[in-house]
């Protein structure tokens, strides 16, 4: 390599870690956990309301006595989570909509929905 590519090589590096430094600093909502709570029989919120387009980690929180199963079909997700436990759902991108989940032990008679916006 030339003392001309060698230097044409330092500047590009150089320029593309002060641009590094440079460029602002965002959280993304997938940094940040949306709360979702069993409790009591039921999930709280029943309705949770989360931004369009954008990924999201999805906090479900076990507070009940028993093991529920969080399902839905539009999100294509199933979960198990035992008393006392909490675990993280995934969550694509979603396009703007409802998205229907409900716990699967209880036949679907614990429901709640996601609101996409």
Known sequence: M???????AIAIATVALLASFAA????????DYSQLRFQNGRFEPANLSLPANTPVKLQLTNAGDDAIEFESFELHRERVVQPGQTITVL????????????????????KGEIVSR
């Open 2 to 8: 030339s003392v001309k590519n060698s230097a044409l």
């Open 24 to 31: 602002p600093t965002t959280t993304r909502a997938a940094d």
């Open 91 to 110: 969550l694509p991108p979603l396009s703007p909509g409802s998205y229907p989940f409900f716990d699967d032990f209880s036949h679907g008679a614990v």
